[in-house]
């Protein structure tokens, strides 16, 4: 029963994205304190964990959802330096991309304590 209910495809994958949401808050930080650090290039995570596991999703499999690597840092491709010391953080860019990642963080965590309260239920017959 209870292994039924962490093995359900929308729990593993609402595990998968918490991870990448705490991993990104990490590289953001990380942006922010060294937004002037001369050619400093801006960290995020890597773009082939979001595209494996969505594919993932899409094939409706939660053995394979499960089997997506754990994402990762890598060098934002995307970020360009936009002055002459080579840095390609901005500041406002990583502020805004922090408050998503908040936000996102916050719904990932609520659908996580939602089975639990679940769990909650079934072992003690309340909520």
Avoid: C, W
């Avoid at 994205?17 to 890597?46: C, F, W």
């Avoid at 406002?92 to 916050?106: C, D, I, R, V």
């Amino acid at each position: 029963m209870i292994q039924s209910l962490f093995n359900q495809s929308n729990y593993v994958v609402t595990k998968k994205l918490l991870d990448a949401t705490v991993m990104r808050h990490q590289a953001i930080a990380g942006n922010l304190a060294n937004v002037e650090t001369p050619n400093y290039k801006r960290l995020d995570v890597s773009p082939s964990f979001q595209a494996q596991l969505v594919n993932a999703v899409k094939a409706g499999d939660s053995s394979r959802i499960a089997s997506v690597a754990a994402p990762s840092l890598t060098e934002d491709p995307t970020a360009v330096a936009s002055n002459r010391d080579g840095n390609s953080v901005n500041l406002e860019q990583e502020m805004l991309a922090m408050n998503e990642n908040s936000l996102a963080h916050a719904l990932e965590t609520q659908l996580i304590s939602g089975s639990m309260l679940k769990l909650r239920m079934a072992i003690t017959g309340r909520g």
